[in-house]
Each structure stands twice: as structure tokens, then as C-alpha cells.
């Protein structure tokens, strides 16, 4: 590791993961109109999600990150990106209720876009093309000109993250955040399930406490009331991209990526001495990093040191994503060491990323008791450890999609072609993502 830090020193590091720019001409052409570009987010912002997120290392709040494993470019229409955001108010709303704590709300949104691959290339009938790389970089269909990688596409994906956090600020600001509306979150598809029922009654209660508050003479129509924060999060991995975004704070002269308030490092970019913990460790965001399950406990309080040597609460979420058979056996030591040296960590589990396989017909799929087992088992733990579980970390969509198998539908995997339009990872669907946060809530509630 380089000892003096700039937006740039992670070029003297390896980088995984990077895509092979056809014409670097090109590539520094897009980086240099980025880094023209206004900020996407504030630094102000990145510094207030780092106190909230200092309140969950503490144990006095829960954070929510969830979105797509991957956005598209293909932005049809606000719908779904509404719907989306329905969908994690609701939970949040479930989480808040039940843990009586406020909730974190981060989305994994404006600006997922790109994604590591296992292999660099796909075959398919015995043609070899680059993999698809998130919209970022290439595109999905199986062609030569859709897989090349495309320097524009980093431009789009600015284009994209503006237009989307333009309608996010506008959704959560103007009035469609308001506690009142809490009923209108239901949407259709979802209100129509028995998890949608149990949600309206939950909304019913609320409906009752703001009246009962306003009675006492409270006002209900403080802005905490009328307003929501949710905060935008991407995986960090097109460090070029990341590093054209990344601006000095007028106020402190800190250096922030300002192009999401929060980024995390992926399982497959974590090396110590690599590229991504190199850029990352320089800029004053919030910063998560995957942990899967070959994780050591020294490996674990390295990335602490290396990621947040100065302690300090919020700076760093350690996202554990180690399936639910290894959870149990995984996730103790890490936690024991990382306490012992006195880390301020926001524990987090992602109950996805570890649980995924494919059906006989193809489909990459994860099932519903299985996230709840590593969910579960994840709390037990930290139960067992006395450390604070923090919140999870999903993948979903509004959407009525049929990705994952189980929930309350017990959706089959003969279901799974209806509706699966992921670009990426199965994603649970609204009802499914609803189903998630009453288990959960139902979890913290007894771990109070
Ligand atoms: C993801 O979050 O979509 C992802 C690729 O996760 P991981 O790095 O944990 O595999
Ligand atoms: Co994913």
C-alpha cells in the first residue's frame, strides 16, 4: 500500500475486475468529460450518513440497504423506480415499528451498474464473447458489438444516476415520503397478499399513534414526519469511473466520491494489497466491504485497520454475505477479533450473495427459507457474541417477478420463467421483500 493517498495512487495497485476499454483514447476522453461533471451527492450528505450509519455501530439504530443487484439503462419508465422505493419504505416502515429504532435507509440505487465477473469470458454454441459487465460497460445480448466494452457507457451511467436521484430526491422530499401516505406504499400486487394484509393493519396502527399524537398536541407536520432520507450506495468497482467523481470538500479539503453517498467493495476486490481498498481508504464516505465465507478473523481486522484505522463509528460496515450453512462457523471469530481491537464496525448480513444456485431448467435463483436461515443463524450469532446485528442487506424490486423461489406464494422454481428480468442476480419480489422484513423485525424485536 502506497503511504501518501491521492485520487489517483490506486493505479499503482492491481485492479480487479476492470473491464479491457477497446480504445483508451476513448476511455480518457469519458474520464476527462466525468470529471467536469457537477457531484452527484454532497459531501455534506456523505458525512451525515456517516453519523447515522455511527448510530447503528452503537447499537441505537438498524440500517436497510437494498435495491438491484443490477440497474439497467433501460429506465422505461418512474414506475419502477417508485415501486422500488415503495417497497424498502414499507420495510423500513416494518423495521422502525417493530425495533421502535430509527432505520438507516440506503439503497442499492442510481448508480449499480456495474458488476464482477467469475470469468471474463462467456461461451455460448461454442462462441467465446467478453461477459457482460453491467451497463456501465457492455451490454446483456449475446453479440460481438453488444459485448464490447464502451467508454460512452460510462457518460450514460452519470446520465442515468443523475435522472434517477433527481426522481428519488423528489419522491422523498415532496410529500410521497409523508408518514400519512404510509397506506399508499402498498402497492397493488402486494396489498393483494396475506404479508400486504398484515402490513395495512401495521399502517393502521400508525394511523392511530399520529392522531393520538396530534391530540396531545404534538406536531405531526415536523418535517421528520413529512420527509424521508434514503441514501444511494454502489458497488465502487470501475475505479476510473469512481475516481473522475471524486471531489475535494470545500468545507473540511477532505476528498469524497461523489458519486453515491455510500460504496462498497465487492467479495472479489477485498485484497489488501489491491486497487479498491487502495482508492477507498482515501475517500471520507462511508465505506462497506463484502465479507464471504473465506474470510479469517485477521483478515477481517486488516480490512478495519486498512478501512478505518482511525475508529471511527459509521466509516465502516462490514457486509457478511457467507451462506447460511457457514455463517455459524464463519461469522464468531470475525466478530470476537474485530470487537476485541476495539472496532466501532455496522455489522451487516446479506443473506443473498451466499445462497445462490441454479434450477435444472437454468435459472440462477436463491430460495426464501434459506435467506431466512442465514438471516436468522447471522442474529443468533451476534446474539451469542453480544455485538449488535446492525441490518441487512438485500436484493430486491417492486416488481411482481418471479426470481426467487418460496415466500408466502411458495413460488416454484417451475414458476421462475413468468417473470425473470433480472440483468444479474434473483432479486426477491415486492411481497417477498415485505416477507423479509416482518421475519426480521420479528428478530430484532426479540433481540432487544
Ligand atoms: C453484489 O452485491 O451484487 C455482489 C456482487 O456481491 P458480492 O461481492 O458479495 O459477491
Ligand atoms: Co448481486
Not at 129 to 145: E, Y
Not at 336 to 344: E, I, K, L, Q, Y
Not at 410 to 426: F, K, V, W
Request: aromatic share 8%; hydrophobic share 35%.
Amino acid at each position: 500500500m502506497t503511504t501518501t493517498w491521492h485520487p489517483g495512487s490506486w493505479n499503482d495497485c492491481p485492479a480487479g475486475q476492470q473491464p479491457e476499454w477497446p480504445e483508451l483514447g476513448d476511455l480518457d476522453e469519458a474520464l476527462h468529460e466525468l470529471g467536469a461533471r457537477p457531484p452527484l451527492v454532497f459531501a455534506g450528505e456523505a458525512r451525515r450518513l456517516t453519523d447515522q450509519l455511527g448510530r447503528v455501530a452503537t447499537g441505537q439504530a438498524v440500517v436497510l440497504q437494498a435495491g438491484d443487484c443490477a440497474e439497467s439503462f433501460d429506465l422505461s419508465s418512474a414506475d419502477a423506480i417508485r415501486d422500488k422505493l415503495k417497497v424498502i419504505l414499507q420495510m423500513a416502515v416494518v423495521l422502525q415499528y417493530s425495533a421502535g429504532l430509527p432505520v438507516v435507509k440506503v439503497g442499492r440505487i442510481a448508480g449499480q451498474f456495474a458488476k464482477p465477473r467469475s470469468s471474463g469470458t462467456e461461451t455460448r454454441d461454442g462462441s467465446t464473447l467478453p461477459s457482460f459487465r453491467g451497463h456501465i460497460v457492455n451490454d446483456i445480448t449475446f453479440d460481438q458489438s453488444s459485448r464490447r466494452p464502451d467508454p460512452k457507457r460510462l457518460l450514460q451511467a452519470y446520465n442515468t444516476s443523475a435522472a434517477t436521484l433527481n426522481l428519488l430526491r423528489a419522491f422523498t422530499r415532496g410529500g410521497y415520503a409523508d408518514l400519512r401516505q404510509v397506506h399508499n406504499w402498498n402497492q397493488e400486487f402486494v396489498a393483494s397478499s396475506p404479508v400486504g394484509e398484515r402490513y395495512e393493519r401495521l399502517a393502521e396502527g400508525i394511523d392511530r399513534a399520529l392522531n393520538f399524537m396530534t391530540a396531545c398536541g404534538f406536531d405531526t407536520d415536523d418535517a421528520a414526519m413529512r420527509q424521508v432520507e434514503l441514501y444511494t450506495s454502489h458497488e465502487a468497482l470501475l475505479l476510473g469511473y469512481e475516481q473522475a467523481l471524486t471531489r475535494q470538500d470545500s468545507i473540511t479539503g477532505d476528498w469524497y466520491d461523489c458519486s453515491a453517498h455510500m460504496l462498497w467493495i465487492g467479495e472479489r476486490t477485498r485484497e489488501l494489497d489491491g486497487a479498491h481498498i487502495e482508492f477507498l481508504r482515501g475517500v471520507h464516505n462511508p465505506i462497506g466491504c463484502k465479507i464471504g465465507p473465506s474470510t479469517s478473523p485477521s483478515d477481517a481486522l486488516a480490512l478495519c485497520n486498512a478501512l478505518n484505522p482511525d475508529q471511527i463509528p459509521g466509516r465502516l460496515t462490514l457486509i457478511s454475505r457467507m451462506g447460511a450453512d457457514k455463517v455459524g462457523d464463519v461469522l464468531p471469530n470475525i466478530l470476537r477479533t474485530v470487537t476485541d481491537a476495539g472496532h466501532p464496525v455496522v455489522w451487516q448480513c446479506d443473506p443473498m450473495h451466499g445462497n445462490t444456485y441454479e434450477t435444472e431448467m437454468g435459472f440462477k435463483t436463491r430460495a426464501f427459507d434459506v435467506i431466512m436461515d442465514e438471516v436468522r443463524e447471522y442474529f443468533n450469532v451476534h446474539k451469542a457474541e453480544d455485538t449488535w446485528p446492525g441490518g441487512v442487506h438485500c436484493e430486491l424490486t417492486g416488481d411482481a417477478v418471479t426470481e426467487c423461489v418460496g415466500g408466502g406464494d411458495a413460488l416454484s422454481a417451475e414458476s421462475l420463467g413468468d417473470r425473470y428480468e433480472t440483468i444479474c442476480d434473483p432479486r426477491l419480489n415486492g411481497r417477498q421483500s415485505l416477507d423479509l422484513a416482518f421475519h426480521v423485525a420479528e428478530l430484532l424485536a426479540d433481540f432487544r
